[in-house]
């Protein structure tokens, strides 16, 4: 039941027990919700300090949440903390990087439309609120950031384009040959990157004729029967690796990195099948884990009711997890297990880069988008919410969970219930 101002309801839910509806508060253009003193605010499961700004758009609620550099930098999670410290340092000091190069290169379109400077997945860089410095060895990760403070990789008087990701099969890629169409850059080049101890240094699948012709179309890549799949695998600096697939439609030519992109989507049709797992009967990360992979076709023997005849298979084989431009990140733990310090990681991995003081490149506070597009939110809490709508502070009728949601392009505010459960007189031992 929605209130509107000025007005009260009460819902009834049921004979014998009673306690007053939920109450939603007048639609408004956004809200602020924030907790005092150590409280902490929680959204899906992750706890953050705050505050939050809740928006309505057509595409649903949106969340961001207003932090300062080093407490955004410590929310990062993407490395284990038990990682040698210098392994850490390097991640830091890419991470932060990568933020300053992001904000010198402009907000993006989802960024300018709903008001933040980065995302908190890993389109961007993984962002969990206080939980990583509340983890076990958090402490480690906090000391990191505190370690290199400020400092930045910077190229030609900018923050450097400081990419990084899980693991490679034993060399970076240049970025070129990742991404058709960016602009090279000569600390993403192809480097070594031995002794990484990840179950995703190397990986293979296979399907069968008819599950590969299903999947490709699915993907959106070939119609009819497929006649061939073939993989031209390039040097460093050659361009992407390119994958031509044959069918009755004709010829499709994609470079790895969209193939894999089309055929991750698509593997949604066959999740017994993908994503694959390992020898140890562990799933991979996704179907195609990174842009470096082959795949090939096997003719195998097949057997029905004594009849041998050839079977088609196609073999997939690849190794390593994310784009494999600039750092990787079980490449940097291989180098500080073998006595490598953060800035010697960071030199290997970033064409000889240093890093240097990011005066002029780092904010005081990060804008974070931790939701779009959602149906609706609940805002949890350790202690009391502050909420106010359009500027208005709202009254808090009891503790509890707030939920944000959108009717008519317009943000509706639904508050705890305001006390306890009621028991109607005259009704023993009612339960609450």
């Excluded at 497929?226 to 031209?232: A, N």
């Excluded at 470079?255 to 140890?280: G, Q």
């Amino acid at each position: 039941m929605i209130l509107r101002r000025g007005l009260l309801a009460l819902s009834v839910l049921s004979t014998l027990l009673a306690q007053p509806a939920s109450a939603a508060h007048p639609e408004g253009e956004s809200a602020q919700v924030s907790v005092a003193g150590d409280g902490y605010l929680k959204l899906n499961g992750r706890r953050y300090r705050g505050p939050f700004v809740i928006t309505a758009h057509d595409d649903g609620v949106a969340v961001v949440e207003r932090i300062g550099l080093d407490a955004y930098l410590e929310g990062i999670r993407e490395v284990p903390f038990s990682w040698d410290s210098d392994a850490l340092e390097a991640q830091v000091v890419a991470a932060r990087t990568y933020l300053a190069w992001t904000l010198s290169d402009g907000r993006t379109g989802a960024g300018r439309r709903i008001g933040y400077d980065i995302c908190a997945t890993a389109a961007c860089q993984v962002y969990a609120g206080v939980e990583p410095v509340l983890a076990e060895d958090g402490h480690r990760w906090k000391a990191a950031v505190e370690g290199t403070s400020g400092e930045i990789l910077v190229y030609d008087g900018a923050p450097a384009r400081a990419y990084y990701s899980s693991t490679t099969a034993g060399r970076t890629r240049n970025i070129e040959d990742v991404w058709p169409g960016s602009r090279p850059a000569p600390y993403l080049v192809g480097v070594p990157s031995p002794g990484e101890e990840s179950p995703w240094v190397e990986w293979s699948w296979q399907l069968s004729l008819w599950d590969m012709h299903a999947l490709l179309w699915e993907a959106g890549v070939a119609e009819g029967r497929i006649e061939s799949i073939t993989t031209r695998v390039t040097e460093d600096g050659g361009g992407p690796w390119m994958v031509d697939i044959v069918s009755e439609s004709g010829t499709v030519s994609l470079d790895t990195w969209s193939l894999r992109s089309k055929i991750n989507a698509a593997a949604a049709i066959m999740p017994d099948l993908l994503p694959a797992s390992n020898e140890e009967g562990r799933r991979y990360p996704t179907t195609l884990p990174s842009p470096e992979y082959t795949i090939r076709t096997e003719i195998r023997t097949g057997n029905f009711h004594g009849y041998l005849y050839p079977e088609p298979y196609y073999v997939v084989e690849g190794g390593g997890w994310g784009h494999l431009i600039g750092m990787s990140q079980f490449g940097a733990q291989a180098m500080a297990e073998d006595g490598a310090g953060y800035r010697e990681i960071l030199a290997h991995y970033y064409g000889g880069l240093s890093p240097a003081p990011g005066d002029g490149f780092l904010p005081d506070d990060v804008v974070v988008g931790l939701a779009v597009g959602e149906e609706s939110v609940t805002i949890g809490t350790n202690s009391v919410l502050h909420v106010e709508l359009d500027g208005e502070q709202l009254a808090v009728p009891y503790p509890g969970p707030w939920r944000f949601a959108v009717e008519d392009g317009r943000l509706i505010v639904i508050s705890p219930p305001s006390g306890p459960p009621r028991v109607p007189p005259g009704v023993p031992n009612a339960p609450f």
